[in-house]
């Protein structure tokens, strides 16, 4: 079977976690992914290679599984993170909108798909079915130089299967209490304050003015500053945190609500993953501009994402909240307003080499 032999090429070239999306051509493969490989299953592409980015950091080695219509959904954070980072990142496309597609939506991207990868010098192959060896050394080559990689699956050379089936677990009763709270402090005076319970913790920052405001407060080589990718900081997080590791993200209101997605993928998963949601009601780093969180209550999208723990903090007693272990959500309201400190003068390279160093 030829999904089979295509687990196999993936086995060869070390593949430790598949990221997927599903797609209709590739159910039978899909299926059998669990049987071989870690697997995260996606609500969005885009927090996929924020989760794969910091999985690879974290000493393993990434691979999504993704269809070519969410390919487009992920493009400036593969130019932005994986690109700009110089991360590995192989990414095996289930090609649509080719071969007789009969959905006309697939075709407009999935027809132009080989120049959109040369526009963004990404170097792929195409997967006839026969030329396992070409896929495994396309794979091995990603890791090797860290670049990424696409491998475009055609449509017609998969098996035919039947669709998945399961018994849709029932929806539990819940009641929550969420407490009415008050901005006290900015996010500056935050980082401040906490800045002995971050001291050797593994930390992922928010683009912008919170790294930033973090390398000043406190630098040091578990800290991983972002410099574009707005919305994956928790994602990047999750990565590092699947690998075994206790992990703090410094996220923002604007950057969570851009891909909330990965709420409800962390809350599948176990993990001991803290994340410190510094709501401001702004985008800080562009001009505190209002966010949707001026009426939206971040602390409720994390309850109803399963977060084991979920806290509502303003001040000083947000210190014992980041003592707790496992799926922590802390919803920090905060003061709107930057720090006037200087950019951070390291590069993307540096930051990603630094890191990797002091958490592996």
Not at 5 to 21: C, S
Not at 63 to 69: G, V
Not at 148 to 156: E, K, S
Request: aromatic letters at 8%; glycine letters at 8%; hydrophobic letters at 40%.
């Amino acid at each position: 079977m030829i999904e089979e032999e295509f687990l196999k090429t993936l086995e060869k070239a070390k593949i430790d976690y598949v990221l997927t999306l599903p797609c209709e051509r590739v159910k039978k493969l899909i299926s059998l992914l669990p049987s071989k490989f870690e697997i995260v299953n996606l609500s969005r592409e885009e927090e996929g290679v924020g989760i794969s980015a910091g999985l690879y950091m974290g000493g393993k080695k990434p691979a999504m599984l993704i269809q070519s219509s969410g390919f487009g959904n992920c493009v400036n954070a593969l130019m932005s993170l994986t690109k700009c980072y110089e991360l590995p990142l192989p990414i095996l496309i289930s090609w649509r909108g080719v071969y007789g597609e009969k959905i006309e939506a697939q075709k407009p991207l999935g027809e132009r798909l080989p120049r959109v990868l040369e526009a963004l010098d990404i170097e792929f192959v195409v997967f006839d079915g026969k030329n396992f060896d070409e896929v495994e050394n396309a794979i091995k080559e990603s890791f090797e130089e860290e670049k990424i990689v696409a491998v475009l699956l055609r449509p017609d050379v998969w098996s035919e299967a039947e669709d998945f089936y399961f018994e849709r677990p029932k929806v539990k009763r819940k009641e929550v209490r969420v407490e009415e709270c008050e901005a006290k402090m900015t996010r500056f005076e935050l980082l401040k304050t906490i800045k002995e319970e971050l001291e050797g913790k593994i930390v992922v920052s928010n683009i912008g003015y919170p790294s930033r405001e973090l390398y000043h407060v406190l630098d040091q080589p578990t800290n991983f500053y972002m410099l574009g990718s707005m919305g994956l900081a928790s994602s990047i997080a999750l990565g590092v945190a699947l690998t075994g590791k206790e992990v703090i993200s410094i996220d923002g209101d604007g950057s969570i609500l851009m891909n909330p997605s990965t709420l409800f993928t962390a809350g599948s998963v176990d993990v001991d993953l803290k994340i410190l949601a510094v709501d401001n009601a702004a985008y800080g780093s562009t001009g505190n501009q209002p966010t949707a969180s001026v009426k939206a209550d971040l602390q409720l999208l994390a309850i109803s994402a399963a977060f084991e723990k979920t806290f509502r903090a303003n001040g000083e007693e947000v210190k014992e909240m980041l003592k707790e272990g496992g799926k922590v959500f802390i919803h920090f309201i905060a003061k709107p307003g930057n720090a006037k400190v200087p950019t951070i003068p390291m590069k993307a390279v540096e930051i990603k080499e630094r890191f990797m160093e002091a958490i592996r």
